[in-house]
């Protein structure tokens, strides 16, 4: 009997979009630690090439066949319905996504996109004093073996979905889909999108949860998880 040969594993090209608009006055997370900390992040994953940029240019159908990953950190960055289609089309493809913090109101402008990734805008007062994330999943790789942890210091929610009841375009959200909660609050939800795969990470307003331990691991472990290459 002949043994089989393993299969020969190759790491994703992963693409990081981080930035805000120059006509923001207040740059909430388009500061240098927190372009530090994504950096720190990505470099800890398992990739083959890392892209960080902060031009939304890169969202065409020419340049996203070079990423395996896309990940969208960027915050009020408002894509074409073109450069959506290019990101959509991706990931029906097979591409992962994940959208980290504020990315999800990125969105707003795309009930087609909304509908593809499972994301809405935050809910009014999302600031919380402590934010206590729990772990619902232990079975899922993303959050198996994790514990339930705290934020300190105002982090905030930035939901999945909500009580939006003037926005039919938005999606509701599925318990099964949620690995962890805090305060009732999706902090990591999953779903599928054609053969791609997308994670939603709710944390991540600044340096302080970025760098939280317990993060790390799930981002680092979300990056394996979307990877068509580790499929």
Request: glycine letters at 6%.
């Amino acid at each position: 009997m002949i043994a089989k040969d393993p299969k020969l594993h190759i790491s994703p090209r992963v693409l990081l979009l981080l930035g805000q608009p120059d006509g923001q006055i207040t740059q909430f997370h388009n500061q240098p630690a927190h372009w530090a900390s994504l950096g720190s992040l990505l470099r800890a994953c398992d990739a083959r090439s890392r892209v960080v940029t902060d031009d939304i240019r890169v969202l065409t159908p020419e340049r996203l066949a070079t990423f395996d990953i896309i990940v969208n950190a960027s915050t009020a960055l408002r894509p074409s319905d073109r450069e959506y289609f290019a990101i959509q089309s991706r990931i029906d493809a097979g591409v992962g996504y994940v959208g980290v913090h504020v990315a999800n109101t990125v969105h707003l402008t795309s009930p087609n996109f909304l509908h593809a990734v499972d994301v809405a805008p935050p809910p009014k007062n999302a600031l919380s004093p402590t934010m206590s994330v729990r772990i619902l999943s232990q079975v899922h790789p993303i959050t198996a073996g994790l514990e339930d942890y705290d934020h300190d210091d105002d982090d905030e929610f930035y939901e999945v979905t909500g009580d939006f009841g003037d926005r039919p375009d938005l999606v509701t959200v599925r318990e099964d889909c949620t690995l962890a909660t805090a305060d009732g609050h999706p902090m990591v939800y999953v779903t599928t999108h054609g053969n791609g795969r997308v994670v939603f990470l709710a944390s991540g307003h600044d340096r302080r949860s970025l760098d939280h331990p317990t993060f790390r691991t799930l981002f680092t472990r979300t990056v394996d998880w979307v990877s068509p290459c580790n499929r």
